[in-house]
């Protein structure tokens, strides 16, 4: 498997849903992989990466930045709110908003630098307990929220429960993407991101498929 294996699967994938594959975007998320592995993915030209932690962002793209042009960087994991700073800085998108008090610092810090990445609320589909995202009953009032406060919210993120069948995640983010006028959908992964091309997924994240098994860091 590798970069140009998943753009094929991916336009194969739009064929059959009768979409466009420039409609959806690849995010190569690039979390403890290499830099070597992640330089040779930038020199196949691709620009849109994923990464699921501030800190390692902080140490791996701004240099990447300035050799790479037009490269993009999405965080795609949880975001605390004391990190709000730096990842408004590092990312141009943010797939994680999933309660208020984070929404409401990425509000004040959006006033006070004058800018905002694009923003994706992460919903709670399958309502695990231990899992962060917004509970499904509470989505739409949440996003009004979020709106409310000026916010760039492009769309709505899920991660499915690993035991159950993605497709039902899938079509219900849509619904609650849909009635809310939200057209981002930011969901499925290297197992399942045909079925997310199904649902109208815009954004799909995969990782190891692309860059090989990932490297634990040194304890």
């Keep these: 498997m590798g970069l140009m ?5 991916i336009t194969n994938a739009c064929q059959e849903a009768g979409r466009s594959p420039s409609d959806v975007e690849l995010i190569a998320v690039s979390k403890v992989q290499p830099i070597d592995r ?16 501030v800190q390692e962002a902080a140490e791996k793209w701004p240099d990447l930045k300035t050799r790479f042009e037009g490269v993009h960087v999405h965080l795609i994991g949880p ?10 800085e590092l990312f141009d998108a943010i ?10 610092s990425l509000a004040r810090l ?13 919903i709670k589909t399958g309502e695990e307990p231990q899992k962060a995202g917004v509970r ?12 409310g406060l000026d916010l760039p919210v492009k769309g709505l993120m899920c991660i499915p429960p690993a035991e159950e069948t993605p497709s039902l995640h899938f079509s219900l983010l849509r619904k609650i ?11 499925g992964m290297s ?8 649902f109208g997924a815009t954004h799909i994240r995969v990782g190891s498929a692309i860059f090989g098994d990932r490297v634990k860091p040194a304890e």
């Design 177 to 187: 993407a849909e009635r809310n006028g939200l057209s981002g959908l930011s969901m």
């Design 79 to 88: 975001l605390q709110s004391n990190k709000a700073r730096q990842a408004m």
């Design 191 to 198: 197992a399942d991101f045909e079925q997310a091309i199904a």
């Design 95 to 104: 797939h994680s908003v999933d309660r208020p008090k984070l929404a409401t």
């Design 38 to 53: 992640v330089e040779a993915v930038l020199d196949q030209g691709h620009k849109l990466f994923g990464e699921n932690r």
């Design 5 to 9: 294996d998943i753009k094929s699967r």
């Design 136 to 147: 499904p009953a509470e989505a739409d009032a949440f996003i009004t929220e979020a709106r």
């Design 110 to 122: 959006a006033q006070e630098l004058g800018h905002c990445p694009d923003l994706f609320i992460q």
